[in-house]
């Protein structure tokens, strides 16, 4: 029996860490090879991206660094195909086990199994992370930035305060709410300069948080001047779509594991507690010597602030809440999780080696089930379209944001609109969306070219989201046109409008196609 078989044998964690790797590797390089095409926020991705300005690649709902990030892919050359492109998404997600591992290794000197099984398995990491959007490099920079916190604690120096700065500065350049994450991780690290009676250290974390709101300084102007188009999706964050955002998370592989969440989060804030109690009444301990009270107030105070912090800019930012927008925190959970719960032994090792290999069994399967999808088919019935439509059919597209999609695939002669039609269709123009609904007549121009079609003898092709519309039996009466916005319900939501208009034109469908 060989060394390294017995030393398995006598830690099976690095064992079942290696496997949940290897399972990790393979689901990012299968989603690489069938995720499809680009769905509209990717497209939006790489239109700005491919601006030559850096006034240009802000123009996102993130700051620069992804767009940057993707502009240098393609300066590259790696943008002759989809797949290409999409190879940079598997680095990026490939990035955070790596990043993970090596925290792990660092700090503790052991696998980063919670991490890996919780979160590296998680499908929605691995769909939305290698997605040609910020949430995956985003997170990856965050594990970097916690890990950093960390390392630094343990041997407090300027150039480790340097590369915490660094990594503090990326990280809210790839993320808004990133700094909401990087102002709880200075918090925690201030609970722990505060045990210390360490005031430099106080002062090096102060640095780098305050250079990482700096950073994010030349943005406020386009911020406030964003606020009123912004309007149309700022429809406030419902209590049901907050939940089941967290459970779509946090819920993987099965819905209970969302207590398997709390119940860690809540003995790390017990462990941080009782650091703080013991700091009180023991001696102060060296700086330069990050014992195990230190991690654990520094992850436990820094989970907690991150929390309550991440909720209630959700709350204030008023955007329906998504389960992908939750990806950073958790990168932040996990890596609070290796650093600051204490070690196991005996029993509670077994039970939670059993947890973990369980997790491992049933994520597998989870994961191969969630990945056996597409992000969109607008890419295949842009090519059928382009062989079936005559350059005298007409197309609708319904519901307007899937326009950006169509528009990126679509190389017919057939002419196209949304509904509202929009004079363009590269990014998320919720400025001109917020105009049609003011305009009781927007559609008009579409149903008069929809009738003129059909009376000569040509075709309209409808392409509708599943449940956006239907077309009702001849004589059915349509909806009334909605009067200018905002409602007094809804307000500036853009919903109810794009529900009528879709109504309106199925029911046209529905009177006059053969």
Same mark, same amino acid.
């Given at each position: ?99 993970? /591992? %090596?925290?792990? +290794? ?9 991490? !890996?099984? $919780?979160? #590296? &398995?998680? @499908? ?65 690290? /201030? %609970?722990?300069? +505060? ?9 090096? !974390?102060? $640095?780098? #948080? &305050?250079? @990482? ?302």
């Amino acid at each position: 029996m060989t060394q390294r078989f017995k030393f398995f044998l006598r830690q099976p964690e690095w064992l079942a860490a290696v496997c949940i790797t290897l399972a990790i590797i393979w689901f990012h390089l299968f989603f690489w090879t069938h995720a499809g095409g680009f769905w509209r926020d990717e497209v939006n991705s790489l239109n700005i991206a491919g601006r030559d300005s850096l006034s240009g690649l802000s123009q996102d709902s993130f700051p620069v660094l992804m767009p940057l990030v993707v502009h240098g892919w393609l300066a590259l050359g790696f943008g002759k195909t989809d797949l290409e492109l999409r190879a940079l998404g598997l680095l990026i997600g490939l990035g955070i086990p790596a990043a993970l /591992w %090596a925290a792990a +290794w660092k700090i503790r000197r052991s696998p980063p199994l919670l991490g !890996l099984a $919780l979160f #590296g &398995l998680n @499908s929605t990491l691995i769909v939305f992370g290698d997605s040609i959007r910020a949430y995956g490099l985003g997170s990856l920079l965050m594990t970097m930035t916690t890990a950093a916190a960390g390392l630094y604690l343990m041997q407090p120096s300027w150039k480790r305060a340097g590369w915490l700065t660094l990594f503090a500065v990326l990280s809210v350049q790839a993320l808004y709410h990133n700094a909401i994450l990087v102002g709880a991780i200075c918090i925690g690290g /201030w %609970a722990v300069c +505060w045990r210390r009676k360490s005031w430099l250290g106080a002062a090096q !974390l102060l $640095l780098a #948080g &305050l250079l @990482s709101a700096i950073s994010l300084l030349p943005y406020v102007p386009m911020l406030f001047a964003g606020q009123e188009s912004s309007s149309v999706i700022r429809t406030g964050l419902k209590s049901w779509r907050f939940f089941s955002a967290f459970q779509d998370s946090l819920g993987f592989p099965l819905g209970e594991y969302i207590y398997v969440w709390g119940i860690l989060a809540l003995i790390l804030i017990f462990c941080a507690g009782a650091a703080a109690k013991r700091a009180i009444k023991k001696p102060v301990v060296s700086d330069r010597d990050a014992g195990a009270d230190d991690l654990g107030l520094f992850a436990g105070t820094t989970l907690f602030v991150a929390v309550a912090g991440f909720i209630i800019f959700l709350w204030l930012a008023a955007f329906p809440s998504q389960s992908w927008y939750l990806l950073p925190l958790i990168a932040l959970a996990v890596m609070c999780f290796e650093i600051g719960l204490p070690p196991v032994r005996g029993k509670i090792r077994a039970l939670a080696f059993g947890l973990v290999t369980a997790t491992m069994l049933i994520a597998i399967l989870t994961t191969s089930r969630d990945l056996d999808c597409r992000f969109t088919n607008i890419d295949t019935w842009a090519d059928e379209l382009k062989a079936a439509a005559s350059a005298d059919d007409y197309i609708v597209i319904v519901p307007w944001f899937c326009g950006i999609t169509f528009d990126h695939y679509f190389k017919g002669s057939t002419s196209w609109t949304t509904l509202p039609p929009l004079t363009d269709h590269s990014t998320h123009r919720y400025d001109l969306v917020r105009l049609q609904m003011q305009d009781t007549n927007v559609i008009e121009p579409v149903l008069q070219r929809i009738s003129t079609t059909l009376q000569s003898g040509h075709r309209v092709w409808i392409l509708a989201g599943m449940g956006w519309m239907d077309v009702p039996d001849p004589g059915t009466p349509a909806p009334r046109t909605l009067p200018p916005a905002p409602l007094k319900n809804s307000g500036w939501s853009e919903l109810p409008y794009t529900m009528v208009w879709s109504s309106q034109v199925g029911h046209l469908i529905g009177d006059h196609a053969i």
